[in-house]
Each structure stands twice: as structure tokens, then as C-alpha cells.
């Protein structure tokens, strides 16, 4: 079975801080995505990679940054946490050569910036 | 207008009967659909993925896919209490390449009652 982990299930976190919020898989998955969801907005991807070292934005990146310096790991980096970055944070990871564009999810980190 | 649409809800149906979800979807060129459940502050696991037209029976599930109608359904039999969740529709977005993207709608939430 497919394996996503995330770093923490609950993090609370003051404004300003930098956070990072990690992400593991242990499928060797090439593609790999952050997303965050909030109440009435749905998911929203943040970033994705689809190669060690390549990133793309999603659709609501600013404020954020990424970092893929080996396959089965994606980190999310929040440079100055703010009140509005509170949220679901999910990350999931496929594979091209597998069942066709299958996301996997990990648990998700709960967020809270105070 | 939104890529891949769906009744936000929340559906109500009692259990032992048929639930039926759906999902409309703009781009004509997707190959890949698939539906998600996802229970309150959990993250969303895949319960059904279909590629061709027709439909695709998993145990209770039964998913349904019209790319003429652009069009993608998930049928419940014999609903039990535990169903109870929101069901994310996604699709694949060929003009990603090899990325993996997925656009998923923003969920219908289906309340099963005893």
C-alpha cells in the first residue's frame, strides 16, 4: 500500500514564525502536491513537483515555498507564518507509470498561526 | 466557470437506500476520474477511480462516467450510517503533461440517517 506521511497531525505556530511542514512517501513517486483546505473553498494547490529538484506553483503560492531535494520527500516552508495561513494542509504524491494520475494523501497537518 | 462542478449539499438519504452523487466537468480531453471520500478532519482516501465509458462496480460503489455528456456519478447501495462523509470528485488535466495535476470540486457532503 501506498504510504504518505506528514510531519506533525497538529501545529501551532505565533505570526512571523518560519514553518516548515514535511512530507514523505515511500512509494517513489515522481509527482508530489501541497494543498490546503479551508470550510466553502475546497482544495487549493499550493505547489507541486514532479521531479526531484522541479516545482511548479499551483494555484495560491504566494506566501509559500517548497523544497524537493529527494524523491520521496517534499517539504512546504511558510517564511513568515500569518493569521491567514491557518488551515488544513494536505500533501499527496503520484506516480505517472502507475494508476493514471492517482493521488495519494497523507493525514494532513492541522495548522494554527496565532 | 469551475472545472469540475458539484452539489455541495448536503444530500440526505436514509440508510439502506441509494445514494447518488454527481460531478460535471468542463474539460473535454480528460481520460482520468476519480471519486474521494473524505470524513470530517480527515484527509481524502480514493474509493473509486474509472477511465472508460460505462460503469464500474466496487462492492456498494458504482461509479459512471458519460465523456459525452461530460459527466461522472457515484452510486451508493445500501447506504449505511457509516457513508456518511463528503465525496470529492477530480479530474485529470491533460494539458499538465506528466505532472499529475488533478482539479477536484468542492465536495458534495452525504448525511446518511439511522
Known amino acids: 500500500d501506498v504510504k504518505v506521511t506528514q510531519s506533525s497531525r497538529y501545529l501551532v505556530k505565533r505570526t512571523g514564525e518560519k514553518v516548515f511542514l514535511e512530507c514523505v512517501q515511500d512509494m517513489d513517486h515522481e509527482n508530489m502536491f501541497w494543498y490546503r483546505q479551508d470550510p466553502g473553498l475546497g482544495l487549493r494547490l499550493i505547489y507541486f513537483?514532479?521531479?526531484?529538484?522541479?516545482?511548479e506553483k499551483g494555484d495560491i503560492p504566494e506566501g509559500y515555498s517548497v523544497s524537493r531535494e529527494k524523491k520521496e520527500r517534499f517539504s512546504l516552508i511558510l517564511e513568515s507564518a500569518s493569521t491567514n495561513q491557518t488551515s488544513m494542509y494536505l500533501c499527496a504524491s503520484s506516480s505517472p507509470s502507475g494508476r493514471e494520475d492517482t493521488q495519494y494523501f497523507g493525514p494532513g497537518t492541522r495548522l494554527t498561526v496565532l | 466557470q469551475k472545472e469540475v462542478e458539484q452539489n455541495s449539499g448536503p444530500l440526505s438519504v436514509p440508510e439502506g437506500a441509494i445514494a447518488s452523487l454527481n460531478c460535471t466537468y468542463s474539460?473535454?480531453?480528460?481520460?482520468?476520474f476519480f471519486w474521494y471520500r473524505q470524513y470530517s478532519g480527515k484527509s481524502p482516501e480514493l474509493i473509486m477511480s474509472?477511465?472508460?465509458?460505462g460503469d464500474k462496480e466496487d462492492g456498494r460503489f458504482t461509479a459512471q462516467l458519460n465523456k459525452a455528456s461530460q459527466y461522472v456519478s457515484l452510486l451508493i447501495r445500501d447506504s449505511q450510517p457509516s457513508d456518511s462523509a463528503t465525496y470529492l470528485c477530480a479530474v485529470n488535466l491533460p494539458a499538465s503533461g506528466n505532472t499529475g495535476k488533478l482539479i477536484f470540486g468542492q465536495g458534495t457532503t452525504l448525511q446518511v440517517k439511522p
Open positions: 474539460d473535454r480531453v480528460s481520460q482520468s
Open positions: 474509472i477511465y472508460s465509458n
Open positions: 513537483s514532479y521531479d526531484v529538484k522541479m516545482k
